[in-house]
């Protein structure tokens, strides 16, 4: 296409016929949204077959109509010089067009459609709007101008498939879902403790037994026979890899692979148990480091590995390594003496330093959890930050690259409704609202530039059928989506709301399960959202016992200050470890009372359970005490259900002093959590 064609295509808009009335720009259900959309009159009806043609390199218009031909956008190419019911695809390097070549300009005129871009990648993102737009509107959809391109180069969804297998259909199906909302990398966890799922030449057996359990539940971990009749997993071959790697090629999305060390490794070591300080395997889950023969294990498993993976990075894991073998181990011991190691932690820097210099050395870069820090990090690795923002921070500052994955808002494996009417997840509650809200490259960061990108995470531990997956993942991932491409200033929850409500319909439509979001309460538990008001509210407290340290809420005032706890047990309880909780306030003179309560959490999972009993007794003068009464517990503790219940009194009574007492439930190493004594 000539340049002055081209720049005739990207302006003068205003020349659109009238509108005809309907939907307009203004409603648009874009996810994620545009930078810039420019609504202009009249509306274009999508011909069909739409009459495509191209000015960009062959390669690129043998790809995009191969693509386009899977869509419900119906092309011919029989006319590409077509004026009217058109769909025109331009690569250029105009300067009218966004500088990266991700970025695109979609016009929608009432004579056609053009999309232009510096390159394909741009290409295929403009006709993903388009297609939302072809959902949303149908064959009429209004005229308008949007300009955009992606806030972050890395804009990830991760899959674990160690815990539980879904097969190469679904995962495909999420790499169509992910191309749609832009994203563009997969981070695909494929071993781990629960099972290995990726087939190696050198090493058959962690197919033919570590890839199974007897039992559907994904603890404890007895692997079983491929032949064993109950055997429950699965795996990929290199066919099937080969397979889903091309498919999400055509779709831009590069798969990441993780093949996790040197912790979460009990299925090797069951099957190759003298890779354990042990020599012999469930006794330890970390690799013997100390032991040449791991690394000729673990490089030959690289070697086969990047053979199906062109991907630049290569994920080793490096998180939650016990540690436990190696002070102990004769091997650890010797090589640490022998390289100058000080302690354990810079026995696995030593390990992840060795892999990345593999890595590095064949044109690949090491990708891990934050824990690679510890001890020291590989000079050349970017580093997950999923422990909050802390190791994310430190590694940008120290100028490696960083992808975001704090679980406080990107692990979707945590509850997104009430936990009480949810399925069962892992403990915490990362709502859409909550998600949606988070920055992960903040103005105060040092080194935010490098920033990679942001992830979200599927942990599958609970999470046993592909139909659940789903259900976990949509509608967080499409927030998900918005923080990766968009601009942080176009944030609007309320508008994001609106579209993920339309967007929901849509792919509903298409056969994915989702979260009920019209339906559920919005965002955390209702009463943490606004103070409540009590006569206790500012009063002192003391305690006959001590709280938790790890989980001591606002500090001594957190009973009094007029905050409950959100359906996370970690914001706003307070926290006690095998012992009761035993609370005096006092209200500063003698006051009629007619209400006492406080709240009180189970959840067994997280070994939460409610108390035994709740008493509640009062004294004018902070010596002698009657027991006013209270409220026995009549939940079993296996209870799988978060419950959030309020135990108390209610009557007639004077008092200055209010004491609640709850009885541990008796459980050894179990928890109580407590969010506030109410006094009314």
Request: proline fraction near 7%; glycine fraction near 8%; charged fraction near 25%.
């Amino acid at each position: 296409m000539k340049k002055n064609h081209l720049l005739s295509l990207l302006a003068g808009l205003s020349l659109c016929a009238a509108s005809c009335g309907g939907p307009t720009a203004e409603t648009d259900a874009v996810i994620p949204r545009p930078a810039s959309v420019e609504k202009r009159s009249g509306a274009c009806r999508l011909a069909s077959p739409l009459a495509l043609s191209f000015d960009a390199p062959a390669e690129v218009a043998d790809a995009l109509t191969a693509y386009l031909r899977t869509t419900p956008l119906a092309v011919r190419t029989d006319d590409p010089q077509a004026s009217d019911g058109y769909l025109r695809l331009t690569v250029a390097a105009s300067p009218e067009l966004p500088a990266s070549e991700e970025g695109y300009v979609l016009s929608v005129l009432p004579e056609g459609v053009s999309v232009a871009s510096r390159g394909e990648a741009g290409l295929f993102y403009g006709i993903q709007t388009l297609l939302q737009l072809q959902e949303q509107f149908g064959d009429r959809i209004p005229a308008q101008r949007i300009t955009d391109s992606p806030r972050f180069s890395y804009r990830g969804m991760h899959l674990d498939e160690a815990r539980h297998f879904f097969g190469k259909e679904f995962v495909k199906k999420q790499l169509r879902m992910m191309a749609s909302l832009k994203l563009n990398r997969f981070h695909w966890h494929l071993t781990d403790g629960a099972g290995w799922r990726i087939e190696i030449d050198r090493y058959p057996e962690l197919t033919e037994l570590a890839a199974w359990r007897p039992i559907e539940g994904w603890q404890p971990w007895p692997y079983c026979r491929r032949d064993d009749p109950n055997a429950y997993g699965g795996f990929y071959t290199k066919d099937d890899i080969r397979e889903v790697v091309a498919y999400a090629d055509s779709l831009h999305i590069t798969v990441i692979p993780e093949i996790e060390m040197p912790g979460h490794s009990e299925e090797v070591l069951a099957v190759y148990p003298h890779l354990s300080c042990a020599g012999k395997p469930h006794v330890y889950d970390d690799f013997c480091i100390g032991n040449d023969a791991t690394f000729e294990f673990l490089e030959n498993v690289l070697e086969e590995v990047m053979e199906l993976f062109p991907s630049e990075y290569i994920h080793v894991g490096g998180d939650e390594a016990t540690k436990k073998g190696w002070p102990t181990c004769p091997k650890c011991r010797a090589r640490m003496q022998r390289e100058g190691l000080k302690d354990v932690d810079e026995l696995q820097s030593y390990a992840v330093h060795r892999l990345e210099a593999f890595l590095n050395a064949r044109g690949r870069r090491l990708l891990g959890w934050d824990e690679i820090l510890q001890g020291g990090l590989a000079p050349n690795a970017a580093v997950m930050s999923w422990r909050g923002e802390s190791g994310g921070r430190e590694a940008a500052a120290s100028g490696h690259p960083v992808v975001m994955v704090p679980g406080s808002y990107c692990y979707l494996d945590k509850y997104q409704g009430n936990p009480s009417t949810e399925p069962e997840a892992l403990e915490g509650s990362v709502p859409l609202p909550k998600t949606y809200m988070y920055e992960p490259a903040p103005q105060d960061m040092p080194g935010r530039e490098r920033v990679l990108g942001v992830q979200a995470n599927l942990w599958t531990e609970r999470i046993a059928t592909p139909e659940y997956a789903e259900y976990m993942l949509y509608p967080r991932v499409f927030a998900v989506a918005e923080i990766a491409w968009s601009a942080p200033e176009l944030k609007d929850y309320e508008d994001f709301r609106r579209r993920a409500l339309m967007r929901i319909d849509a792919v509903r439509a298409k056969g994915y399960n989702t979260f009920d979001l019209a339906g559920s309460v919005r965002g955390e538990r209702p009463e943490s959202l606004e103070e409540v008001r009590h006569l206790a509210v500012g009063c002192p407290v003391t305690y006959a016992s001590e709280w938790y340290e790890g989980y001591p809420a606002d500090g001594p005032g957190s009973l009094t200050d007029g905050k409950l706890g959100s359906w996370t047990y970690g914001y706003r309880w307070l926290g006690f470890l095998n012992t009761d909780v035993e609370a005096t306030v006092d209200l500063g003179a003698v006051k009629p009372i007619r209400e006492v309560k406080a709240d009180f959490l189970q959840w067994r999972s997280a070994f939460i359970g409610l108390p035994k009993r709740v008493e509640i007794a009062v004294s004018s003068d902070g010596e002698r005490f009657t027991v006013l009464g209270g409220e026995e517990n009549d939940l079993p503790f296996d209870d799988p259900k978060l419950q959030c219940r309020a135990f108390g009194w209610t009557g007639e009574a004077e008092a200055r002093y209010v004491r609640c007492h709850a009885f541990s439930h008796g459980h050894p190493g179990g928890w109580l959590f407590i969010d506030e004594i109410i006094v009314n």
